[in-house]
């Protein structure tokens, strides 16, 4: 507490009288910066003696990566609401401290049979200072955190679509065409040589570059679907039903298109869910249900199989949940063992317009 009182009088006195000249306001800039620290050792101090979690605001670089400018910098220091009421609470905490310290001392020889009641109040309003001003400026700054980690996750998804689709390429696709480029140029040699052979090959060179197109259509369908561009969900999601191998019943109810990256989302979270049906749920039927309500956008997707349907980490539906999180979105699992199994997919609403 002292060194606290210490560090901000002086240095919030020096920069006051300094703002005249250049060095003031980066002086102050510098003393808020150390406040926050500070605030890191008393929100542990608090935590290990008081019992209080307070959670950790946002670091300032987190808040201004976009701000390069020096000057936009400084003004992002100097206006944050962290550093300026971990000054205030360094200021009030010495003589608090004094006074808890006189009224325990003095307690102790006059008042000692309510010294414990006496103690908890200090010690009640020692918590509520801490969480008064150490706490993360407001839902918004906690908010930002949360969208930061978020965002990580779509990055990450982003990437291993990436690496999905690189292999898919390097695997199939491209495999293909280059033993369809050696047959053609060994069908080319034999040509004059032994032309039924050279027709044969170029039979089978004819062979692979079905398949090859094959495997590209179904890669461009799983990067983004030629039928959700055009016609929209509705027909997207009948069009992944027809390919699923359990019958499957598509109701929609939506009275415009959705933004595309909503689209997106739920068209992926539909085609997922429907893999998991095929492969799991030894179900005999399932239906696929969306509709809007105020500003979201509802998806469900049910089906009468075993059941037991859980989002564990490493899984399809951890990775769904993870992924429906980073726009705000949510996913709730109704799967007890022996089923039915009814998951719902919650995204939020944005009009195609607007995007």
Not at 93 to 117: A, E, M, Q, Y
Not at 140 to 150: C, F, H, K, V
Not at 253 to 279: F, H, M, W
Not at 324 to 348: F, H, K, M, Q, R
Request: net charge neutral; aromatic share 6%.
């Amino acid at each position: 507490a002292v060194f606290g009182f210490t560090y901000v009088v002086t240095l919030v006195s020096v920069s006051a009288g300094l703002t005249v000249t250049v060095l003031g306001l980066p002086l102050l800039a510098g003393c808020l910066l150390g406040a926050r620290l500070l605030g890191r050792l008393e929100r542990a101090r608090v935590r290990g003696l008081l019992g209080v979690r307070v959670a950790e605001p946002s670091p300032l670089s987190l808040l201004g990566r976009r701000d390069r400018k020096l000057s936009r910098r400084l003004w992002l220091i100097l206006s944050d609401p962290v550093g300026w009421r971990t000054l205030l609470y360094f200021f009030i905490r010495l003589p608090w401290g004094i006074f808890t310290f006189c009224t325990i001392l003095t307690s102790l020889f006059v008042l000692w049979p309510v010294l414990s009641f006496i103690a908890r109040g200090l010690a009640t309003v020692d918590r509520a200072l801490a969480r008064g001003l150490l706490s993360p400026s407001d839902e918004l700054e906690r908010r930002i955190a949360e969208l930061e980690s978020d965002r990580g996750v779509v990055v990450d998804t982003a990437a291993a679509d990436l690496r999905r689709i690189e292999r898919d390429l390097h695997d199939g696709a491209q495999a293909r065409l280059v033993n369809l480029a050696m047959e053609l140029g060994l069908a080319k040699e034999k040509l004059l040589e032994d032309p039924e052979e050279a027709a044969r090959m170029v039979d089978e060179a004819h062979g692979e570059v079905k398949t090859a197109l094959r495997e590209l259509r179904d890669l461009a369908r799983g990067i983004h679907p030629a039928v959700l561009t055009d016609r929209g969900l509705d027909a997207a999601l009948s069009s992944i039903a027809a390919r699923c191998t359990v019958p499957v019943t598509v109701t929609t109810d939506l009275p415009t298109r959705p933004a595309p990256a909503i689209e997106g989302i739920a068209y992926y979270t539909a085609s997922e869910l429907l893999q998991n049906i095929s492969k799991h749920s030894h179900a005999h039927h399932a239906t696929i249900d969306l509709w809007r309500t105020d500003d979201r956008l509802m998806l469900q997707v049910r089906d009468d199989g075993t059941g037991g349907a859980e989002a564990s980490p490493g899984g399809g539906l951890h990775g769904l949940t993870e992924r429906l999180g980073a726009v705000d979105g949510l996913l709730l699992i109704d799967s007890p063992p022996g089923g039915p199994t009814a998951i719902t997919a919650e995204l939020p609403w944005r009009d195609r317009t607007a995007a």
